[in-house]
């Protein structure tokens, strides 16, 4: 079966609109696991002192954020302006600008550093976006972006998805198509990606840890309010529907139970890359 073609335009705005509400959510639920990703990424990237970092959908600020305590002078972009003015909340002392990260808003060679912490996820022109974190490098910049592994090891996503998988729901029909959410977590594809751009230097790795949950409930809440695509899937499906995935979801999760918590794997892939020096 051919795969459905992705409207990249509908694609986009779904997403956008979907941040502007789910900012406080994301910081509540990802923000403990998101962050434990920003050092690898800095070091992926050589990010020292003085270096000009641009942290493509900076969300809440983070990244810019780890990125300053190097003494790197670090601007945040980002499309939702909820997640703007959160980061301005909690870092009133550095740069954030709205931005799309498939149309810059900078000149060429403008940073030493592009890093993306889980943007791919969320654009419906990954290429494109690539191609503009290429372009703002200046000679010798390097790239570091990271993306979640496939559920199987992702579990913390993964038992989300295998509950709608065992109902057998549909995506609602007013989701717009987008890329595949787990394209970047197979190696290859991811460093392609990179390549593609002219970029050299490309390493791909795989970083692993546990993520611990109180209950099925705190997980169910998290996810729903703290994500675009995934909450969408639920909760634009008719209420007998939503029942049945959670209680499929409550029966998946009863696996990950340890000393009266929930022990979760969290699986990523964090790619890197260097643009070549001027000849």
């Given amino acids: 079966m051919a795969e459905p073609t992705v409207d990249a335009e509908a694609f986009n705005a779904f997403e956008a609109a979907g941040w502007q509400k789910q900012a406080a959510g994301y910081d509540d639920f990802f923000g403990p696991i998101t962050t434990r990703l920003i050092e690898p990424l800095l070091d992926a990237a050589k990010v020292g002192r003085d270096t000009r970092l641009l942290d493509v959908a900076s969300g809440p600020g983070y990244v ?16 939702a302006e909820a997640m703007l003015a959160l980061a301005r909340e909690l870092y009133p002392q550095l740069e954030f600008r709205s931005g799309d990260a498939e149309a810059l808003p900078f000149p060429d060679g403008s940073f030493d550093v592009v890093v993306g912490n889980f943007v791919l996820l969320h654009l419906g022109r990954p290429e494109q976006a690539a191609a503009e974190f290429a372009r703002v490098l200046g000679p010798d910049g390097r790239v570091a972006l990271t993306v979640w592994d496939v559920p199987d090891r992702a579990r913390f996503l993964g038992v989300m998805l295998d ?16 890329p595949p959410f787990f394209r970047f977590s197979d190696d290859e594809e991811f460093a392609r990606l990179l390549r593609a751009q002219g970029l050299e230097d490309t390493e791909v790795s795989t970083i692993s840890f546990m993520h611990h949950e109180p209950a099925a409930d705190t997980l169910w809440r998290g996810l729903l309010g703290g994500t675009v695509r995934t909450s969408a899937l639920i909760l634009r499906q008719p209420n007998e529907m939503q029942r049945e995935i959670r209680a499929a979801f409550d029966r998946i ?9 929930l022990e979760l794997p969290v699986s990523v ?5 260097r643009k070549p020096a001027s000849s």
């Fill in 269 to 273: 892939k964090l790619a890197s890359a």
């Fill in 163 to 178: 509950a709608v998988a065992a109902t057998g729901a549909s995506p609602p029909a007013d989701i717009p198509v987008g």
């Fill in 253 to 261: 999760v009863r696996q990950y139970e340890a000393g009266g918590q």
């Fill in 64 to 79: 810019s954020a780890k990125a300053a305590e190097r003494g790197a002078a670090a601007v945040g972009v980002d499309v």
